[in-house]
């Protein structure tokens, strides 16, 4: 997979920590990762992480008779908040 990104798709966290401090990458309100800078794999990286944080987050919801949308707005909100300011 060839990228713009430092990256290994085997570290997804490690990969979208150091994209979103280079700044391809950012947090919104909600909960989800959204392109920042257009560079090669940054679209796919997104989609990737967005995937699974999805399923995770229908988890939570049904664990905790809620819907999505609430889930979302709460992860974003606790992403936005522990994102350093510029990222």
Same mark, same amino acid.
């Given at each position: 997979w060839p990228c713009a990104l430092p990256c290994s798709l085997a570290m997804p966290t490690r990969l979208t =920590?150091?994209?979103k401090a280079q700044g391809y &990458? @950012?947090?919104q309100a909600n909960g989800y990762l959204? &392109? &920042?800078k257009n560079a090669? @794999? =940054?679209q796919t990286l997104v989609n990737d992480i967005n995937s699974r944080r999805k399923a995770h987050y229908e988890k939570i919801a049904q664990r905790?008779?809620?819907s999505l949308q609430v889930v979302e707005t709460m992860a974003g909100k606790k992403a936005i908040d522990k994102t350093p300011r510029g990222q």
């Open positions: =920590a150091n994209a &990458v @950012g947090e959204g &392109v &920042v090669s @794999g =940054a905790n008779k809620t």
